[in-house]
T-cell receptor, first 113, second 115 residues
Framework: AQSVTQLDSQVPVFEEAPVELRCNYSSSVSVYLFWYVQYPNQGLQLLLKYLSGSTLVESINGFEAEFNKSQTSFHLRKPSVHISDTAEYFCAVSGNQGGKLIFGQGTELSVKP | DTGVSQDPRHKITKRGQNVTFRCDPISEHNRLYWYRQTLGQGPEFLTYFQNEAQLEKSRLLSDRFSAERPKGSFSTLEIQRTEQGDSAMYLC?????????????FGPGTRLTVL
């Protein structure tokens, strides 16, 4: 069985500050890892994913996440956040053949001016 | 791609009534997933189809829930004898097969309120 734990339910930060959203997973098989974002009143959108290869993956809007197999983590980081990054962020895992996603509980990122 | 669409967007019903939701996946995506999301929680997997075959069902899916994808295109999710605990956002997602099967594209969801 797979599971995902997002260690922070809410993360308030000031604009232009760095942020890290933490995600740990457990699985007995090789996995794919994902971060999805849900902006207010919008559907889930894929932010970035790790399938294989380089353990550092990046999104087009400046987020990055690093797969750490020994620590079973996939933390999301951004060096300088914007007001527009305010959203709910979900970490998710699937088996390495795709299939169902197992989501964490979500982290609400609130960026304040 | 026009994206995944879901209908209706909102549904209010009384306890004990049956409801049916529809999901239209992205064209040519042969995998289709249903999830349920309650307030303050991440989405929970319910079931998924590859073409018209239902390949996996969650233990969360009680006998009151049934899903179909009769022609391998759109899917319906029916809840019989609704209960207040069924109130949630029901999400549909689709993905292609093969090397791009890892990425699921989500619809806007159907918000169900059971009074």
């Amino acid at each position: 069985a797979q599971s995902v734990t997002q260690l922070d339910s809410q993360v308030p930060v000031f604009e232009e500050a760095p942020v890290e959203l933490r995600c740990n997973y457990s699985s007995s098989v090789s996995v794919y890892l994902f971060w999805y974002v849900q902006y207010p009143n919008q559907g889930l959108q894929l932010l970035l994913k790790y399938l294989s290869g380089s353990t550092l993956v990046e999104s087009i809007n400046g987020f990055e996440a690093e797969f750490n197999k020994s620590q079973t983590s996939f933390h999301l980081r951004k060096p300088s956040v914007h007001i527009s990054d305010t959203a709910e962020y979900f970490c998710a895992v699937s088996g390495n053949q795709g299939g169902k996603l197992i989501f964490g509980q979500g982290t609400e990122l609130s960026v304040k001016p | 791609d026009t994206g995944v669409s879901q209908d209706p967007r909102h549904k209010i019903t009384k306890r004990g009534q049956n409801v049916t939701f529809r999901c239209d996946p992205i064209s040519e995506h042969n995998r289709l997933y249903w999830y349920r999301q309650t307030l303050g929680q991440g989405p929970e997997f319910l079931t998924y189809f590859q073409n018209e075959a239902q390949l996996e069902k969650s233990r969360l899916l009680s006998d009151r829930f049934s899903a179909e994808r009769p022609k391998g295109s759109f899917s319906t999710l029916e809840i019989q004898r609704t209960e207040q605990g069924d109130s949630a956002m029901y999400l549909c997602a689709s993905s292609p097969q093969g090397s791009r099967a890892d990425t699921q594209y989500f619809g806007p969801g159907t918000r169900l309120t059971v009074l």
